[in-house]
């Protein structure tokens, strides 16, 4: 049978690029919304995005959450964010259908007693309107009583180029162009109004530059930054040529031939280690079949090229090469 898909938009996109591929930007973001105390040192293992949901005709449908996690600390937590451009009716559905997917995917059962964990859930808004809610609410009601609980609401064009660096929300970069979007027909117009948005992406440049020399980001991140930055940047400013092109003069644009090789060379071999690793964590929690289905699943969102997956799952588990097909 054929599987129905929810179509992502380029900012789901850059969204969960940068989640899977830099998880280094994942705490401080957990930090701001969720108000933990992380660290930084503590382990983030991502569960598959994807969740397939019975349908009341028999069939089944598969939904593809933006990032779900668990952060292993002092205790586990899991964590499931989304990203959306602009609200919409059917987004509290879909976070309900996903939690509850996300918890069940982890459900214990001992006995009788079947145990489910609800998932911390947030959604980061990149347009808001002052109607927009701080937090979004399920209730739901049950013959044993009524339950609710909160989903957060993050909204981007809230936080000043000063507080994102300041509590280190690089994950929000890409997004900042959004804080200027009623302004682009000005910008189009008006050389001396461009030149000041330029000279504020100036400043977000070197900035990146300097935590890159302090050690604080690497070179992959910064350029996977600068790279999504550009992503969102076309996307969203299609008919705006000159605000387009003007921004990415001072970004700029792609990364040359051997940066990129480097870049990619070390991406691949930290996504390979952390998501062998994770796999086989998940495998001893939830049993061998989840936990090489997770290492693929990772992998393939790290952008780890497939014969590379197939090599690596055949020698982690003592796979055959017909066996570890069907993992992919």
Do not use: W
Not at 98 to 105: K, P
């Amino acid at each position: 049978m054929e599987n129905a898909r929810i179509t992502n938009t380029p900012y789901d996109d850059v969204f969960r690029t940068l989640l899977n591929d830099c998880s280094s930007l994942i705490i401080p973001i957990i930090n701001e919304v969720f108000h933990e105390h992380y660290s930084g040192q503590e382990k983030i293992i991502f569960s598959p995005n994807e969740h397939f949901l019975n349908q009341q005709d028999g069939n089944e449908e598969e939904r593809i959450t933006d990032t779900s996690f668990k952060i292993a600390g002092k205790e586990s937590k899991k964590y499931h964010l989304e990203c959306q451009s602009s609200t919409d009716n059917s987004m509290l559905v879909r976070f309900f259908e996903y939690d509850t997917q996300i918890a069940l995917d982890e459900g214990e059962i001992k006995g009788n007693l079947l145990t489910v964990t609800l998932p911390n859930s947030a959604v980061l808004f990149l347009r808001h309107r002052t109607s927009t809610p701080d937090t979004l609410k399920i209730r739901m009601i049950t013959p044993g009583g009524t339950l609710e609980y909160d989903i957060y609401v993050v909204k981007s064009q809230q936080y000043t180029l000063e507080e994102i660096f300041e509590k280190n929300l690089l994950l929000f970069i890409p997004f900042y162009i959004f804080s200027h979007e009623t302004r682009f027909g000005e910008y189009e117009k008006d050389k001396i109004k461009l030149k000041i948005l330029q000279e504020e992406y100036g400043q977000i440049k070197n900035k990146l530059e300097e935590l890159l020399n302090q050690g604080t980001i690497s070179e992959y991140t910064k350029c996977t930054i600068i790279d999504m930055s550009n992503k969102v940047l076309e996307h969203i400013a299609m008919k705006y040529n000159s605000v387009r092109e003007g921004v990415k003069e001072i970004m700029g644009g792609k990364i040359l031939e051997y940066e990129a090789k480097a870049i990619k060379k070390e991406g691949i071999e930290q996504g390979i280690e952390q998501g062998i690793e994770q796999g086989i964590e998940q495998g001893i929690e939830q049993g061998i079949e989840q936990g090489i289905e997770g290492t693929v699943s990772i992998l393939k969102n790290l952008g780890v090229p497939t014969q590379t997956i197939l090599v690596k799952i055949q020698e982690q588990y003592n796979l055959s090469l017909e066996a570890s097909k069907k993992y992919l």
